[in-house]
T-cell receptor, first 114, second 116 residues
Framework: KNQVEQSPQSLIILEGKNCTLQ??????????LRWYKQDTGRGPVSLTI?????NTKSNGRYTATLDADTKQSSLHITASQLSDSASYIC?????????????FGRGTQLTVWP | EADIYQTPRYLVIGTGKKITLECSQT?????MYWYQQDPGMELHLIHY???????EKGDLSSESTVSRIRTEHFPLTLESARPSHTSQYLC???????????????FGEGSRLTVL
């Protein structure tokens, strides 16, 4: 069964600190992996998208890594800000379907305290 | 900034009422989707469309229906709302290319439905 598991479920850090969120998946055949940020009550917004051949991708203070062999990804946030408080969702796409079927994790709820 | 819009953002209605959640995008995308999301849970696909006059049910069974008469418009309708329909409904569109396996998924801001 294709699944996406994220950890931790929730995380509290102080402003200015770094943190790393984890995503493990069993989706096969793999096409790409995306990280989304979802503010409370809003729609998800794309942070990064990585294909099989990409190991790392950055978007400002966000850096995503991908190990396609172990089927693991991480999202590292550097020098956290209050505005980083949100749910971070890992989404994996399979290859071969016309829809590019998406599998969603439940997200990691990050809270940044001043 | 994605050009996809949902209305209403919040809706509180009584049981048995008919409701329509509107979704419009100005990006010219053929593929559009409706997801349902409950707190702390993953998004579940309830409907999708490949283009005009194409609609399919998603993974999660839903009593809602959708229509795609125009490319830019993908409304979702509940004929008789019940408390179990209380949830966040997210509309999305995509420029996904199945040949190239490229594309992005753009979400609207969501419609929070509460049925009393």
């Amino acid at each position: 069964k294709n699944q996406v598991e994220q950890s931790p479920q929730s995380l509290i850090i102080l402003e200015g600190k770094n943190c790393t969120l984890q995503c493990n998946y069993t989706v096969s055949p793999f096409s790409n992996l995306r990280w989304y940020k979802q503010d409370t009550g809003r729609g998800p917004v794309s942070l990064t998208i990585m294909t099989f051949s990409e190991n790392t991708k950055s978007n400002g203070r966000y850096t995503a890594t991908l190990d396609a062999d172990t089927k693991q990804s991480s999202l590292h946030i550097t020098a956290s800000q209050l505005s980083d408080s949100a749910s971070y969702i890992c989404v994996v796409s399979d290859r071969g379907s016309t829809l590019g079927r998406l599998y969603f994790g439940r997200g990691t709820q990050l809270t940044v305290w001043p | 900034e994605a050009d996809i819009y949902q209305t209403p953002r919040y809706l509180v209605i009584g049981t048995g009422k008919k409701i329509t959640l509107e979704c419009s995008q100005t990006m010219g995308h053929d593929k559009m989707y409706w997801y349902q999301q409950d707190p702390g849970m993953e998004l579940h696909l309830i409907h999708y469309s490949y283009g005009v006059n194409s609609t399919e049910k998603g993974d999660l069974s839903s009593e809602s229906t959708v229509s795609r008469i125009r490319t830019e418009h993908f409304p979702l309708t509940l004929e008789s709302a019940r408390p179990s329909h209380t949830s966040q409904y997210l509309c999305a569109s995509s420029d996904f290319d199945s040949q190239e396996n490229t594309g992005e998924l753009f979400f609207g801001e969501g419609s929070r439905l509460t049925v009393l």
